[in-house]
């Protein structure tokens, strides 16, 4: 577990003994990458899998709400989109409402991409989670729901003194 941005980890002991919150922020930077290489293992770039999906929710984004959504940078999202655009699978157009903004629209050929890879996708990552004891999910659960709440009002807490 070296070069995970966190220094060195041997200084905590065995991997058993580190604290919660130090075992669940390993995880989460373990788990990026691996979810992008199961979506690749599929055919299709992570990035612009996801910029699809998201506009198959709420179609007509603009570019830097796409990047926010997906915590990617603009610039990462102005060239996912410049290659699902020449892959037909999205368009750039005019808002209809404010001339000056520029939307992302997904295609049906990206529609129908996302309904073909969207269920296996989602399989394997629902498998590489699949890991909690039955006994142990309503303990997990609380946990998880607990530091969301917890992240969401240190969130808002930030956004009010900004």
Do not use: C
Not at 20 to 43: C, D, N, T, Y
Not at 72 to 96: F, K, M, Q, Y
Not at 102 to 120: D, F, M, S, Y
């Amino acid at each position: 577990m070296e070069n995970l941005g966190f220094g060195d980890l041997s200084r905590l002991g065995p991997v058993e003994e580190w604290p919660i919150g130090r075992l669940f922020a390993v995880a989460s930077r373990l788990s990026g990458p691996i979810v992008l290489r199961l979506v690749e293992r599929h055919g299709v770039s992570p990035a612009g899998f996801f910029t699809l999906r998201a506009l198959s929710v709420e179609d007509g984004l603009r570019a830097g709400e796409i990047a926010r959504r997906l915590l990617i940078t603009p610039a990462t999202v102005t060239s996912v989109v410049d290659t699902l655009e020449r892959n037909g699978h999205a368009e750039r157009r005019r808002s209809e409402q404010d001339r000056r903004a520029v939307l992302v629209h997904i295609t049906e050929a990206g529609r129908r991409l996302v309904a073909e890879k969207n269920q296996p996708i989602g399989h394997d990552i629902v498998q590489l989670y699949d890991v909690v004891d039955e006994g142990d999910e309503p303990a997990v659960r609380r946990f998880l729901l607990s530091l969301i709440k917890r992240f969401e009002e240190h969130s808002e807490t930030r956004e009010e003194s900004a």
